[in-house]
């Protein structure tokens, strides 16, 4: 297992345009996170996912992202209508369940820079 | 108030050196911490987790908690330049999977 895998590293978009990330988590994790971590400050969380279902959303999570996992394998995190605001490191972690549930594995991050 | 706090440093040292980082927080809840260290344009990565208070030894690193003023702290021994990186506390509720950062502490090892 390579751990948790995010495609792309980079992305540049102009305002307005669509993008799409995403996540693999490790395999037999069924929890996946979603957060956010902008220049010199600490990870936010988004969202979360046991298995399928996603069971928690942000209020950071405006109408204009949405995340899937339809499977409860790989994930996609996507920014509709992209602002300026939006340019961050998007992070996926994964974790187990019971006491490991805590111990998140992130991966190295999708950076989004919206011109 | 943030609900942890951390000091953004940087924080410089020479090569060989203790370090201590540190991190408050307001929410009497959180029963696990969690340390993670952050290369330059990396993902976090865990390097040690408490649960309640008391200390834990991993090598060079001891992860120290105070519940009572509710007061987190990273002692790092024999400081490396490959120690170099943010240091990202993360406490949490016992039953939570939402981590909360604090905003890192930069440390610089100079060799």
């Known amino acids: 297992d390579t751990g948790v895998s995010q495609d792309p590293r980079h992305k540049i978009t102009k305002r307005g345009q669509n993008v799409t990330f995403r996540c693999d988590p490790i395999s037999e994790h069924n929890r996946l996170y979603w957060y956010r971590q902008t220049l010199g400050q600490g990870p936010e969380f988004l969202t979360y996912?046991?298995?399928?279902?996603?069971?928690?959303k942000s209020r950071l999570l405006s109408d204009r992202f949405s995340a899937e996992r339809p499977k409860g394998s790989f994930s996609t995190l996507e920014i509709q209508r992209t602002e300026q605001g939006d340019s961050a490191m998007y992070l996926c972690a994964s974790s187990g369940d019971g006491t490991g549930a805590n111990v998140l594995t992130f991966g190295a991050g999708s950076r989004l820079t919206v011109l | 108030q943030k609900e942890v706090e951390q000091d953004p440093g940087p924080l410089s040292v020479p090569e060989g050196a203790i370090v201590s980082l540190n991190c408050t927080y307001s929410?009497?809840?959180?029963?696990?911490f969690m340390w993670y260290r952050q290369y330059s344009r990396k993902g976090p990565e865990l390097l040690m987790y408490t649960y309640s208070s008391g200390n834990k030894e991993d090598g060079r690193f001891t992860a120290q908690v105070d519940k009572s003023s509710k007061y987190i702290s990273l002692f790092i021994r024999d400081s490396q330049p490959s120690d170099s990186a943010t240091y990202l506390c993360?406490?949490?509720?016992?039953?939570?999977?939402?981590?909360?950062f604090g905003s890192g502490t930069r440390l610089l090892v100079r060799p």
């Open positions: 929410n009497s809840a959180f029963q696990y």
């Open positions: 993360a406490p949490s509720p016992t039953s939570s999977y939402k981590l909360i």
């Open positions: 996912f046991q298995n399928e279902a996603q069971l928690e």
